[in-house]
């Protein structure tokens, strides 16, 4: 028997009201982002089937930051292959996302395309292969959600290059070891504007759909073969969640990937995907009442991955 999601949803708007989440702020790094109002809350589900549910903000758009991590990594290995994993590894890095102490002892080749280097690196990849990168990924997402309008926003994506000299330390290091491609400079501006797309959270559980669904996205085109999609799923479950991913495969047990802009995405294969944001993130980058949401909604319906 399905879930009442609607019941689930409203009780889950209704007991993350309760919960304190006074030690978790806004991202103040990137000022575009400190600014978004901190009690801000939305979370959607989008079944396989087509239903869709939803609670709170669920049509205010909000950065997604490196929640489009996964989808330009999904654009990269369909125009690469698995020529990609020569590139980009695929393990746990065990360390915060935009640290270089892995790059540096391995030479360059990042850990897995989830931690900066590695979404950097797949962003030199699209830019050897789409004549407009810095749209590339927008333009996908656009098509998987059926919002053609979907854009970066060009005020955060100033504020991510006037404070981005920890990510273009990342693509030197790279380049330095002979491990990326094209100029810094654009692979960079690519890379923050992909971090700068706007998405709401009906928008992003609409654009997931195809990870729960055996590659298929919302309107029934292959957006990845069905292996291809499980093993996307597989890094999320590993490496999407900062280092806080084995906490949240203890705590939540699905396939998700963060962004400080305080939303998540994850879903439950052959069920549904679901975007939950809210902007207050934990010590390690994550949303807090995101993952309290999700605990809960597993809870909920009694099923994770495991």
Sequence with gaps: MRADYT????????????????????????????????DRFAMVIRHVNGAEFAIGDAD?????????????????????????????RREPSGSAFNSLILLEQEEGIPRNPFINAGAIRVCDMISSRFANPDRSVAEFLGRLCKNPEIRADNEVYLSEDQHGNRNRAIAYLMKSFGKLDNP?????????????ITMSARELARATLFLANQGVGIEGSEVLSPSE??????????????????????????PAKSGVG?????????????????????????????????????????????
Excluded at 9 to 29: C, G, H, P, V, W
């Design 7 to 38: 019941s689930i949803l409203a009780d889950i708007s209704e007991r993350i009201k309760q919960r304190d989440f006074q030690t978790a702020r806004n991202a103040d790094y990137i000022p575009a982002l400190a600014a978004v109002p901190c």
């Design 60 to 88: 205010i758009p909000f950065s997604i930051q490196s929640v489009s991590k996964v989808f330009a990594l999904v654009l990269a290995l369909r125009s690469c292959g698995d020529d990609l994993w020569q590139a980009v």
């Design 184 to 196: 810094v400079e654009s692979v960079v501006r690519a890379y923050f504007k992909q971090c700068a």
């Design 229 to 254: 999609a499980r093993r996307i799923n597989a890094l999320m479950l590993t490496c999407g969640m900062y280092d806080g991913v084995g906490d949240f495969a203890f705590s939540v047990g699905i």
């Design 262 to 306: 305080g939303a998540i995405i994850g879903v439950i294969p052959n069920e549904f995907s679901v975007c939950v944001w809210s902007p207050r993130l934990d010590s390690r980058g994550n949303s807090a009442p995101g993952i309290a949401a999700l605990e809960i909604l597993t809870d909920a319906i009694g099923r994770s991955v495991f």
